[in-house]
């Protein structure tokens, strides 16, 4: 999982880097730029971005990504990553929607320096549980140091990535509040129902075998037992099936071969 994890957090980087070097601010719309509106990321999330934000898509190593990023006052980046998976990302409980997160962060800092990390990694806010951190760093594009926050969430196979980039010297805790508070989560997927739950079979042919999100040898090994188990009671079904199927047959022949018989008589 931690390879797949530093993917997300490289592209979101290499995302904002290609959008500030193409430019994609005209001076002439610098006020409708900061402008801010509610904005549907999905039937999900949705969050306060400036309005005019752009979107972006990638594809890599079966991650699906998608990006909505856009620019407010004093060189500040608004930005919202959504990765998809093709496996399952089994986490059934706080315990280890925790480990994921820990996971994610650790694959940032070991390729960051100066990574900060809060005393409070998981909490709930926005309905959710989820982690923040924050950390400076040095943008060559501003030549200036930035102060770069961020929040993760795990909401059944999505993972969001939100932040918010601005330069140190301007650096303002109220937008930083105001852009997180704004952070909407469905009813449908708040808390409890931001988890998800792997049988059996999610185990078995889950291709992840990590034990932070529930996986280790003993589950493989359980999920095999009760998949034959199952395997051995549906063919037990199919035989009591068939075995009924060939005694209607039977004795339908025998009825026929015995009118058979009495016409002959």
């Not at 070097?21 to 971005?49: A, C, H, K, P």
């Not at 315990?95 to 409070?120: F, M, P």
């Not at 030549?143 to 929040?151: A, E, G, I, L, V």
Request: aromatic share 12%; hydrophobic share 35%; with cysteine.
């Amino acid at each position: 999982m931690k390879p797949l994890l530093i993917t997300f957090f490289s592209l979101f980087i290499v995302t904002n880097t290609i959008a500030q070097e193409e430019e994609l601010i005209d001076t002439d719309l610098l006020e409708i730029v900061y402008e801010y509106e509610q904005v549907e990321v999905d039937s999900i999330l949705s969050i306060r971005l400036p309005i005019e934000f752009f979107e972006s898509t990638d594809e890599e190593d079966d991650v699906h990504s998608d990006y909505w990023i856009g620019y407010g006052e004093d060189d500040m980046t608004f930005m919202v990553h959504r990765a998809k998976i093709d496996e399952k990302i089994c986490v059934s409980n706080q315990t280890e929607l925790e480990a994921h997160y820990e996971e994610a962060i650790d694959g940032w800092k070991d390729s960051e320096v100066g990574l900060r990390e809060l005393s409070n990694l998981i909490y709930k806010a926005n309905r959710v549980y989820q982690a923040e951190f924050s950390f400076n760093q040095y943008d060559e594009e501003l030549d200036q140091m930035t102060h770069n926050d961020y929040r993760i969430i795990q909401i059944k196979e999505n993972f969001y990535q939100i932040g918010i980039v601005q330069p140190l010297k301007t650096k303002s805790k109220s937008r930083n509040d105001l852009f997180f508070k704004s952070i909407e989560i469905s009813k449908d997927y708040q808390l409890q129902n931001q988890f998800t739950e792997c049988n059996s079979f999610d185990l078995l042919f889950n291709n992840d075998q990590d034990n932070s999100t529930g996986s280790s040898a003993y589950d493989t090994g359980y999920a095999i037992g009760e998949f034959m188990t199952g395997f051995l009671c549906i063919g037990i079904i199919i035989v009591l099936l068939a075995l009924v199927v060939f005694l209607i047959v039977r004795k339908n022949k025998k009825n026929q071969q015995k009118e058979w018989d009495q016409f002959n008589n």
